[in-house]
């Protein structure tokens, strides 16, 4: 099953870590020196919940922003949603 929240889209995306040594330039050191890029993933945080979607208590897979933003309506006494 796809990390993917069914109500903005959002989904895993990749980006980089970056690994350096030496002091800041700032603190009197010569600068920092990159020694290693590595792959990452960023995941957003989805969960499964049951929301009122066209009328009817449906399980939805919604990432936690969503959730805190009351943009999905959970529980009996929700109010409907479109979508």
Known sequence: ????CMFCGRK???GNTIARRGLAKAKGGIGLKTTGISRRTFK???QNVRAM???SMV???VCARCIKSGAIAKGRGARKITG
């Not at 099953?1 to 993917?4: D, G, I, N, P, T």
């Open 44 to 46: 957003p945080n989805v």
């Open 1 to 4: 099953m796809s990390r993917v």
């Open 59 to 61: 399980r939805v897979r």
């Open 12 to 14: 895993t995306r990749v």
């Open 53 to 55: 979607v066209g009328g």
